[in-house]
């Protein structure tokens, strides 16, 4: 249980990197590169986007392949082998099984509170 949750913690955290660089880009070259304009930067515009694309890539890649390893550590439930599925499935109740009230009306007559009996009304 304890990997399935670490994975599923680092899937989340590259997702929110994932949102931030997209963020980040710009479709029309703008963005974090726009801010870039002097030619003699070490990271100029055309790097900055080409390290933006890398890392977008680099980041799906990262996101898919943790998914997969986190559905391979998913905790299998019980020592029996047996899912929740098929445990509810055997403790089922058959509805034809659940008894049926009685709809007679008794035919001892009713007593009073003082213990005498009372006479049926016609």
Not at 6 to 16: D, L, Q, Y
Not at 61 to 80: E, H, K, M, Q
Not at 96 to 111: D, M
Request: with cysteine.
């Amino acid at each position: 249980m304890g990997i399935y949750i670490f994975i599923s913690i680092i899937v989340i955290i590259a997702c929110v990197l994932q949102v931030l660089v997209v963020l980040v880009q710009n479709s029309k070259g703008g963005g974090l590169a726009a801010n870039f304009t002097s030619a003699g930067q070490s990271m100029g515009i055309r790097k900055t986007a080409d390290f933006l694309e890398k890392a977008t890539w680099t980041l799906a890649g990262t996101i898919l392949i943790l998914c997969v390893v986190a559905t391979a550590t998913i905790p299998r439930g019980s020592a029996t082998g047996r899912s929740r599925i098929e445990n509810s499935i055997q403790n089922a109740v058959d509805p034809n099984a659940i008894p049926t009230l009685p709809t007679a009306v008794p035919t001892e007559p009713a007593t009073t509170p003082s213990g005498s009996e009372q006479q049926p009304r016609n």
